[in-house]
């Protein structure tokens, strides 16, 4: 197994524990195939890789699963202007660079932007927990 993921799912068993969540052979093979995937997958892409390994999975549980994992800080959600929603793995602080033609989700960072300070008029709102910038545009393949 190489390295990244086994350590991304050594966190996870980490925070199940720590957070009393039972560790199904369900919830630790969704986990598993989210933190393989480079390409932020939608539950619904996600639902029909798991198949081949877990026929009878229903879409309803990756769903549901996924959830709880976003509610433990274990995953991220994609920000898309699309009605679905992406996901990857929650790690280091990046941003998105998504093609809006062939949807391909492509992670970048920007020390510049993790480091400015927010602008004083949202300053009074509160706390602040992560900033993340999501681009747009028309990556090379599909331009020509
Ligand atoms: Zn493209
Ligand atoms: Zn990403």
Known sequence: MDLILSKRLELFTRTCREKDLRITPQRLEIFKQLALAVDHPSAEKLHQRLLERMPTLSLDTVYRTL???????????????????????????????????????????????????????????????????????????CME
């Not at 020390?111 to 999501?134: C, H, Y």
């Open 67 to 141: 959830g709880t994992f976003l509610e433990l800080g274990l995953i991220s959600k994609v920000e898309t202007v699309e009605s679905q929603a992406h996901f990857e793995v929650a790690e280091m602080q990046h941003h998105h660079l998504i093609c809006q033609k062939c949807k391909k989700i492509i992670d970048f960072e920007w020390k510049q932007v993790d480091e400015a300070d927010l602008p004083d008029e949202i300053q009074l709102f509160g706390n602040f927990k992560r900033k993340s910038v999501v681009v747009y545009g028309t990556c090379r393949e």
